[in-house]
């Protein structure tokens, strides 16, 4: 009997541990998918990435994850870009948006139902002008596409005698300075099939880092003025003309960033009070008065800025500020400012047209 009772409880303890081992195994594979699971396997698609080297250009596109490169003469693009000038006059109308931030779909959502383009993603504003005030830079996973579309409707645009204003925000100078707090991780992906810093892929000799590098940072169009943030009135004081002001920005993206001359724009154009990072006309403490001697000195009636996030386009002062940062970053809804005949309207996404009043 005694053997018998011995057998069973050999039996059991047996199937104990043999249970127990197929439950170990088991949790173990768990974890394993569980750590598998965890790396993001979704094929990326990027480009394209056009390198200038010596007489040659070097297209490099990705594809699912497959890094696709081609070759051809640099004779077949064009590569070098005249600045862009600070003012224009004799806009028959204009629209203006801002901090699209890597969200194509949304952006393109918002521009063909408010007749900017149509469709096929082709310019249909005729002899309109267009301003991006800044900010296409970081946050969402289509900055690439962003950026070839404003590269094709400008062409277009000036082919039909109207203009696309590309201006440098913020996050484009973050970028082209190697600050990349900011970007999707997607292009993080693209840095390691690229080998290649994100940064670098908008270097100077690249085709997209030459072109962002002609743009303007402040511009004026009649009696109207953008800018990405702002401009204070410590800047008015320091005498600074626009152009100039356009001038020493673009010079900050070819010096290295450990020259002399770097340094002293750093401090002068990318502080607080500098025209890419001023938030200063959403402040309590800026009056009329101040405002009032902004404009008079800049020969405007009217600023139009980004950078400080809105829900929909807003008016400040009477119309003498208009603040077009709609939170498209978020991906979800935005607005685009038009300007027609001394009036202002708010472009809602859906294309229906809400005039802003004083």
């Known amino acids: 009997m005694n053997k018998i009772i011995s057998l069973l409880l050999f039996c059991l303890f047996a199937f104990a541990l043999i249970s127990s081992g197929k439950t170990y195994s088991r949790k173990a594979s768990e974890k394993t998918v569980f750590k598998s699971a965890r790396f993001d396997t979704i094929p990326v698609t990027d480009g394209p990435y056009v390198f200038i080297t010596g007489d040659s250009i070097i297209e490099k596109k990705i594809n699912n994850g497959v890094l696709k490169t081609q070759s051809s003469a640099l004779s077949s693009i064009k590569s070098q870009f005249d600045n862009a000038s600070s003012t224009y006059t004799n806009a028959s109308k204009i629209a203006a ?132 943030g702002g401009i204070s009135l410590d800047f008015i004081d320091s005498g600074v003309t626009i152009e100039t002001a356009n001038q020493k920005m673009r010079a900050s993206l070819l010096d290295e960033a450990t020259g002399a001359t770097w340094d002293s724009i750093y401090f002068e154009y990318n502080n607080t009070e500098s025209p890419i990072w001023y938030r200063g006309y959403f402040s309590e403490a800026f009056k009329k008065g101040e405002l009032k001697k902004i404009l008079k000195s800049l020969k405007v009636d009217h600023i139009i800025v980004g950078h400080t996030s809105q829900e929909q386009i807003e008016s400040l002062f009477n119309n003498k500020i208009l603040a077009v940062d709609t939170s498209i970053k978020n991906g979800v809804s935005g607005e685009i400012l038009f300007i027609e005949n001394g009036l202002f309207y708010r472009g809602l996404k859906n294309g229906k047209k809400v005039e802003i009043v004083k």
């Open 97 to 228: 948006l801002s901090d699209v931030h890597g969200q194509f779909d949304l952006t393109k959502t918002i521009l063909v139902n408010n007749s900017i383009i149509d469709a096929d993603e082709n310019w249909a504003y005729g002899d309109g002008h267009l301003v991006i005030v800044g900010d296409v830079f970081d946050r969402g996973p289509k900055v690439t596409e962003l950026l070839w579309l404003i590269y094709k409707l400008e062409k277009q645009a000036e082919q039909a005698g109207g203009k696309v204003h590309y201006l440098l925000g913020n996050h484009e100078y973050m970028v082209m300075r190697n600050d990349l707090r900011y970007i999707n991780k997607k292009y993080r992906k693209t840095e390691r099939i690229l080998r290649t810093h994100y940064n670098e892929l908008y270097g100077n000799e690249t085709l997209l880092g030459r072109w962002l590098r002609s743009k303007a940072t402040i511009l004026q169009i009649d009696n109207y003025l953008f800018v990405h």
